[in-house]
């Protein structure tokens, strides 16, 4: 999987052939901007301007709305984007020292893409899987039950 990251004229025809489908836009703004990171692979200002014409809301209701949930991303994510749950759960059972050997093996911060554009970490709050804390998602694989020391392991799968 390549990083996604061009404003092709084909993913906003994609887009708008999408938002055709919704019969009522009001109150479906998340809906459209979930998809909208799908296609884009994260949702930059062009697209969310896109978005608030289309909708006929507010830029600044679109950035409000992306800005909110940690879901969204106004950056290009990694190859492979590694999600690490820092709910209340996953935090006590130590997501923070997980976190940082994440953070130790890529190099990067909560929310950035490494250089070559392979990884990047989000963080997000509760996946409901709180019996398995603390957890991990690279792509859509679930790692739980976690320690510091299975981190350089599991990225390394990935390298
Ligand atoms: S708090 Fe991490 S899965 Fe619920």
Do not use: W
């Not at 004229?9 to 019969?23: D, G, Q, S």
């Not at 836009?25 to 697209?47: D, N, W």
């Not at 969310?48 to 507010?58: G, I, L, R, T």
């Not at 409000?64 to 820092?86: N, Q, R, W």
């Amino acid at each position: 999987m390549s990083v996604k990251t061009d404003l092709t004229e084909t993913k906003f025809n994609e887009l708008e052939a999408y938002m055709e489908t919704i019969p009522v836009k009001k109150g479906e703004l998340i809906r459209v901007l979930h998809k909208a990171q799908g296609i884009f692979g994260y949702l930059p200002e062009e697209v969310q301007k896109y978005v608030a014409k289309k909708m006929n809301v507010s830029t600044a209701k679109v950035f409000g709305v992306v800005s909110f949930y940690s879901y969204f991303t106004m950056k290009p994510k990694g190859e492979h984007d590694i999600a690490i749950c820092l709910g209340t759960a996953c935090y006590v059972r130590g997501a923070e020292k997980i976190l940082d050997a994440i953070k130790r093996e890529t190099g990067i911060e909560v929310g950035e893409t490494s250089a070559d554009g392979k990884f990047s970490i989000t963080g997000l709050r509760c996946v409901g899987a709180c019996g398995l804390a603390p957890v991990v998602m690279v792509n859509d694989k679930v790692y739980g039950r976690l320690t510091a020391d299975m981190i350089k392991g599991i990225i390394d799968n990935y390298r």
